[in-house]
Nanobody, 115 residues
Framework: QVQLVESGGGLVQPGRSLRLSCARS????????WGWYRQSPGKERELVAT???????NYADSVKGRFTISRDRTWNTLYLILNTPQPEDTTVYYC?????????WGQGTQVTVSS
């Protein structure tokens, strides 16, 4: 089993940076992607950014150039830096770890962008 625990969400002013963290624990496996998704009420969960095992990143067009995904050296923690968040980025952010047959989600962390 794998546990993913997000942290770092909260209230942030437009244009001020916020860093989300996703701590991974439990069993290890050769994952295909580790990344961030977000979901607002009544909407489908959407990709924000992912990273594969080779470190190649993929971003949604809506956040490209504004958000940065990164990891620590041990592959235990994944980060999402919201460099210039805007009110439309307000929602719940989820961490996701995906393998060939595995698909794990964290519990989500709320981000509210407001002045």
């Amino acid at each position: 089993q794998v546990q993913l625990v997000e942290s770092g969400g909260g209230l942030v002013q437009p244009g001020r940076s916020l860093r989300l963290s996703c701590a991974r624990s439990g069993s290890r496996f050769a994952f295909s992607t580790w990344g961030w998704y977000r979901q607002s009420p009544g909407k489908e969960r959407e990709l924000v950014a992912t990273m594969n095992f080779d470190g190649i990143t993929n971003y949604a067009d809506s956040v490209k150039g504004r958000f940065t995904i990164s990891r620590d050296r041990t592959w235990n923690t994944l980060y999402l830096i919201l460099n210039t968040p805007q009110p439309e980025d307000t929602t719940v952010y989820y961490c996701n770890l995906r393998g060939r047959t595995q698909n794990y989600w964290g519990q989500g962390t709320q981000v509210t962008v407001s002045s």
